[in-house]
């Protein structure tokens, strides 16, 4: 379809979108609503097009990991308020107010230097129940406190964020379990002490699948609304249609012999055990394909069949073995996460492949790699 005047190219079904948007609406309790995080480039989806298609859906509160994220929202039309979830710099600060963007306090020093910067900010007080990361610890309530009184700060939420929601094992369950208790127990105390705490939020996507939680104004999935577990195999108390939103593909730029012997690619890696018929892609390492694909089995789809990837994987190019697919040839489709002729090669795939998780496959599709955005098999724009 729409491809090969690309080099190498992501399919984003908005349908999809929306339709993982709508099952985790879903599963969540009425009167919680969806905040959803767009940070990394929407996990690499291309934030422009997947905010605007979630505005339209009526999602009214987005999340993004830093300032930079947030400006890009503004200038896309994005209205919806916005949540920097990351640490703001002083000298960046004036964009925040500026852009009406609403700050995370990362700690009470931290909701000091908001404070000190002496315009009035929104912001949202983070509370750490247990991942050690970011937020005031859960057991410090005087400096927790010390966070609703500041003059110029209207804290308009309070949130934390789960360490183990995606582990089975009964002591991934506990820590969860023990961290909501954390938070609830932190919002009696805020409230008791005369403050109001503004809207709650605690869960991501495995919290959301896994974990109901009362009283939550905003859940906070990434990884889901983009159709995706970040590992194939872990199973939720919920079950929900998940379906992918991106597809990679790119071009077969070269089709050629290989005998029996000969070696091919960077440092003569691959050597054909037989009489070989190699192809050549318009994809690389910078592209975000992971280097040891290669070395770990990484196929690709060509014309509905797999093809194993050989040699070593350069910046621009890949080279993958054709020799038992009839008939390929320079122009034809490689896809390299997505479906082809019934055949599937996933995100989830790649990751227990290169042991890792789906987030870091999806999130390190590279900024020249084209998002072409599709609704109902056409182009969404
Ligand atoms: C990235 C992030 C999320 C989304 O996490 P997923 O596991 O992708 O759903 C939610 N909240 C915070 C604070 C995050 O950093």
């Known amino acids: ?14 349908d999809h979108l929306a339709h993982n948007l709508r099952q985790l609406q879903h599963i969540v309790p009425s009167g919680t609503e969806i905040m959803a995080v767009v940070k990394a ?12 298609r979630l505005e339209d859906e009526g999602v009214g509160f987005f999340a993004v990991a830093d300032v930079d994220e947030a400006v ?15 640490y703001t710099a002083t000298n960046r600060l004036r964009d925040i107010v500026k852009y009406s963007l609403t700050q995370t306090a990362v700690g009470a020093e931290d909701a000091e230097r908001l404070q000190a910067y002496g315009a009035p900010m929104k912001i949202h007080v983070k509370i750490d129940t247990g991942l050690g990361r ?14 609703y009184r500041h003059s110029r700060l209207q ?20 820590f969860t379990i023990a961290q909501i208790r954390r938070f609830q127990d932190i919002l009696g105390q805020i409230r008791n002490a005369g403050y109001d705490p503004g809207r709650l939020h605690i869960q991501s996507s495995y919290g959301i699948l896994n974990y109901e939680v009362k009283g939550m104004d905003f859940v906070r999935p990434g990884i889901a609304l ?69 070395e770990r089995g990484g196929c690709v789809l060509i014309r509905g069949q797999r093809a194993r990837i050989v040699g070593k994987i350069c ?42 998780i789906t987030n870091e496959i999806v999130a390190s599709i590279g900024s020249r790699v084209e998002r072409v955005y599709i609704s109902k098999g056409h182009p969404a724009f």
């Open 134 to 147: 970011l937020g005031e610890s859960f057991e410090h309530l005087d400096r927790i406190l010390s966070m």
């Open 315 to 356: 910046m621009d190019q890949m080279l993958v073995d054709v020799t038992d697919i009839a008939d390929v040839r320079q122009g034809d489709i490689a896809t390299l996460i997505g479906e082809d002729g019934g055949q599937m090669v996933t995100a989830g795939e790649w990751a227990w492949r290169t042991e890792t």
């Open 226 to 294: 983009y159709g995706l577990l970040s590992s194939d195999g872990d199973e939720t108390r919920s079950v929900v249609d998940l379906r992918p939103v991106l597809s990679l593909k790119a071009t077969v730029v070269l089709v050629k012999k290989v005998h029996e012997g000969e070696t091919i690619g960077y440092g003569g890696s691959f050597m054909a055990s037989r009489s070989s018929i190699v192809a050549t892609l318009s994809v690389g390492y910078a592209d975000g394909i992971a280097r040891k694909l290669s």
């Open 72 to 86: 890009a929202l503004r200038r896309r039309s994005i209205r919806g308020e916005i949540l920097v979830l990351g």
């Open 155 to 174: 804290v308009t939420g309070t949130f934390s964020h789960l360490a183990s929601a995606d582990q089975g094992e009964a002591e991934g369950k506990a």
């Open 41 to 52: 480039d929407a996990y690499g989806h291309g934030v422009s097009g997947i905010a605007k």
């Open 1 to 14: 379809m729409n491809g090969s005047k690309h080099r190498v190219w992501a399919e984003i079904d908005m």
